[in-house]
């Protein structure tokens, strides 16, 4: 590992996003097995439709625990918009849309971030609040009107979070070089997190919380 790098995540943190993207994964994936019949042969590796379903409901109960740990954890961070400072960010799309001479500075995670915090959070809720009453709709009769309303409610979380799934792969990759390494190893180049989150930085130094990788490459 390289002299100087920045850490900004720690174990736990990676622990919470792997287990609730690899939960989000499978589920999409076991989901499409039941939903098409053209993707029914997803259902092989769990032995047929049946085992499809089986494995859907128990991954959902791993994607409900992970999804509980990382609004525990990032909430107050990542929840809860600050102003004046975001709305300057707002007003600048944060120099993804257009090119920015400077983007106004905010804390660990800027406003874009937050939005999709709160969406995995909002629509993950509902997902799971769902499939739940879906699993065991013969213990809760909720009658046909609103068992019917929860199907499509589901898929609605689905489709968001589906959607959402793609633009944060590319922001986290391609969009922003170097930003997975934050999820992989937890540590970045300062000039990644000068650019990124430079108002973070700011604070880390200010607070004396910033721990930087000070040994020589091996």
Request: glycine letters at 12%.
């Amino acid at each position: 590992m390289k002299k100087g790098l920045i850490l900004v995540t720690s174990g736990y943190e990676r622990f919470v996003h792997w287990l609730l993207a690899i939960s989000c994964l499978l589920l999409c994936y076991t989901g499409l097995g039941m939903m098409f019949e053209s993707l029914n042969f997803f259902g092989v590796i769990f032995g047929g439709l049946k085992g499809l379903k089986i494995a859907h409901n128990f991954i959902g109960l791993v994607f409900g625990v992970a999804l509980g740990l990382a609004i525990k954890m990032w909430w107050k961070e990542a929840g809860v918009f600050v102003f004046p400072e975001d709305f300057e960010w707002f007003k600048t799309a944060g120099g993804y849309l257009w090119h920015v001479d400077k983007v106004a500075e905010t804390g660990k995670y800027n406003p874009g971030q937050k939005m999709f915090f709160l969406t995995v959070a909002a629509f993950g809720l509902l997902m799971f609040v769902t499939g739940f009453f879906m699993w065991f709709q013969e213990s809760f009769p909720l009658g046909n009107d609103l068992l019917h309303w929860l199907y499509p409610l589901h898929a609605l979380g689905f489709v968001v979070i589906f959607a959402f799934f793609f633009v944060h792969l590319y922001l986290g990759t391609i969009g922003n070089p170097g930003t997975v390494q934050a999820m992989i190893s937890g540590w970045v180049t300062k000039a990644w997190i000068r650019k990124q989150h430079p108002g973070w930085l700011k604070e880390m130094e200010r607070e004396g919380t910033l721990i930087v990788y000070n040994k020589e490459e091996k």
